[in-house]
């Protein structure tokens, strides 16, 4: 791991797994309190030169990243799909998810970085500076190890800071690679560091350290709480990108092919492991049939198989627990009424291999009411809800704990509009699907989120304002 510009290895280690094989990879250290003194040390004493940096001398830096993501871009990708079992074709869109995240970086380079305000008085002046904030923490999950990297570190480094990462415990190596990619662009020493380690452990230490000015999280709602308390005492800035519960709604006068292939693109990417993901289709009773003959065209289609061959469309699941959990949601769905059309755990012809596989599942005669569609499943399984009229189907989407990403098809632009008003969610696609779009604003409501990512929203999260008020008068 990178501690403050060293590469360190410790006796201690925690092993990480391949999920398509359900061997081991390799070892990763473990981060102890020794580890996070040394790194925020070092950061606190980078980021003071950092900052004083321009804008436009930061943005040369992050430039040379770009390029040596470019140079590394076939490496990362294989790195992606041996921790987190992704396609490689997926992991190689993940990898151009990391340019993204640092060309919008480079936007800001001629940044207004604040405002003067006219002042009640003669001769003297008031500002509102923008400025850094220091040494950011951030959390990241295992599904997007490289590109959510990204979403962080080019933010909190174009704006200034320095920034400590704590990468899920299933997926440390993408982040340890980007890490040694920022350094051979010439990142300054200190400024990105690693720590490997569980959460509770060296994440929980990294967000409780005095020197922490902000945290940065995505990943379950459960650790966003947990993060957020263990924030609270400190009094600072807390941004959470939490789970998700996306609704895909057709109604009756949609596109229904454009309907069909983007509601099944939206589940079944990334394994169904995407915080935007199509969660629970709701379809109006007239096309209600129709939607389902055709999508279980497309899921009977899919090629699950290993993630490096180029064939593949889904990989397996991230890890056992994960699909432990999702095979409970599918046996509970089932148990509590609903019909399955197809899948529902293992794939036959891979029902003796150590991966961590799972068949596209579809799931009908589902009700709102049941955990399946109440809660994530974070999986490749779809249930599909009928309904009858707007203000029922606004109610189900809405009923949720979650207001992350929504998604509807219609050709009515009355009906358009007012989806916009009336659903509860930080993101709402009409006639299309994602991802989101890096200059937008990826923004949880309710248990999804507090703050956000990407664009000028999100890149504002990394900086403070300070007020200034300054005299000139000549003499008295
Ligand atoms: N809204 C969004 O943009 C996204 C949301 N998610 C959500 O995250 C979940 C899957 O990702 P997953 O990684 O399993 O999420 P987890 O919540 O398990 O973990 C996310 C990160 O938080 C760390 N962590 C967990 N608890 C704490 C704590 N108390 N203090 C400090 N760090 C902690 C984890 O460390 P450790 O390594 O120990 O697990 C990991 O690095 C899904 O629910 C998904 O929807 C995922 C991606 C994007
Ligand atoms: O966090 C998620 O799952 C999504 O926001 C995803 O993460 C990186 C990709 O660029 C996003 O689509």
């Known amino acids: 791991m990178l501690v403050g510009g060293r590469w360190v290895s410790t006796d201690e280690t925690r092993p990480v797994d391949n999920p398509a094989?359900?061997?081991?990879?390799?070892?990763?250290?473990e981060a102890g309190p020794e580890h996070l003194e040394e790194t925020l040390a070092v950061a606190y004493k980078a980021q003071k030169d950092w900052g004083r940096r321009t804008y436009a001398e930061r943005a040369d830096v992050l430039a040379a990243v770009i390029d040596t993501v470019e140079e590394h871009a076939e490496e990362l990708?294989?790195?992606?799909?041996?921790?987190?079992?992704?396609?490689?074709?997926?992991?190689?869109?993940?990898?151009?998810?990391?340019?993204?995240?640092f060309d919008f970086a480079l936007t800001q380079k001629y940044r207004n970085v604040g405002e003067v305000v006219a002042?009640?008085?003669?001769?003297?002046?008031?500002m509102v500076r923008e400025e850094p904030i220091g040494i950011v923490a951030a959390i990241i999950?295992?599904?997007?190890?490289?590109?959510?990297?990204?979403?962080?570190?080019?933010?909190?480094?174009?704006?200034?800071?320095?920034?400590?990462?704590?990468?899920?415990?299933?997926?440390p190596l993408s982040a340890l690679a980007m890490a040694k990619v920022c350094e051979k662009a010439g990142v300054p020493a200190g400024l990105v560091s690693v720590l490997t380690g569980g959460g509770r452990s060296i994440g929980k230490a990294l967000v409780e350290h005095p020197l922490v000015g902000m945290v940065t999280v995505t990943g379950s709602t459960r650790a966003g709480r947990e993060i957020l308390a263990q924030a609270a005492h400190k009094v600072i800035p807390v941004s959470l990108e939490l789970g998700g519960k996306a609704p895909v709604i057709v109604f009756d006068d949609a596109d229904l092919d454009l309907a069909v292939q983007e509601a099944f693109e939206s589940r079944f990417w990334n394994c169904g492991q995407v915080c935007?993901?199509?969660?629970?289709?709701?379809?109006?009773?007239?096309?209600?049939?129709?939607?389902?003959?055709?999508?279980?065209?497309k899921v009977n289609g899919l090629v699950v198989g290993d993630p490096l061959d180029e064939g593949s469309q889904i990989g397996p699941k991230v890890s056992q627990a994960e699909w432990d959990?999702?095979?409970?949601?599918?046996?509970?769905?089932?148990?509590?009424?609903?019909?399955?059309?197809?899948?529902?755990?293992?794939?036959?012809?891979?029902a003796d291999d150590k991966g961590f596989w799972f068949a596209p599942t579809v799931l009908t005669g589902v009700s709102n009411e049941m955990d399946i569609v109440q809660q994530e499943v974070f999986g490749p399984v779809l249930p599909i809800i009928p309904f009858d009229t707007y203000d029922e189907v606004v109610e189900y989407a809405n009923s949720t704990d979650y207001g992350l990403t929504a998604y509807a098809y219609t050709e009515d632009f009355r009906t358009a509009l007012s989806l916009t008003e009336d659903l509860e969610f930080g993101e709402v696609y009409i006639n299309q699907t994602g991802?989101?779009?890096?200059?937008?604003?990826?923004?949880?409501?309710?248990?999804?989120?507090?703050?956000?990512?990407?664009?000028?929203?999100?890149f504002e999260r990394y900086t403070r304002k300070k007020t200034v008020y300054l005299d000139y008068r000549r003499g008295s």
């Open 435 to 458: 991802p989101e779009q890096v200059q937008g604003f990826h923004t949880g409501w309710k248990m999804s989120g507090l703050g956000g990512d990407d664009g000028q929203h999100g």
């Open 276 to 297: 935007t993901c199509n969660e629970r289709t709701y379809v109006q009773r007239g096309v209600h049939d129709e939607f389902v003959r055709r999508l279980l065209e």
């Open 21 to 29: 094989t359900g061997d081991v990879l390799t070892e990763v250290p």
């Open 325 to 350: 959990k999702v095979k409970a949601f599918v046996d509970g769905a089932v148990d509590a009424g609903a019909r399955l059309e197809t899948g529902g755990g293992r794939p036959e012809d891979l």
């Open 77 to 101: 990708a294989q790195i992606v799909v041996a921790e987190q079992g992704k396609t490689i074709t997926e992991a190689r869109g993940e990898i151009g998810g990391v340019k993204a995240f």
């Open 119 to 126: 002042s009640s008085a003669a001769n003297r002046q008031l």
């Open 141 to 171: 999950p295992w599904n997007f190890p490289a590109a959510i990297f990204a979403r962080k570190v080019a933010p909190a480094l174009m704006a200034g800071n320095a920034i400590v990462l704590k990468p899920s415990e299933l997926t």
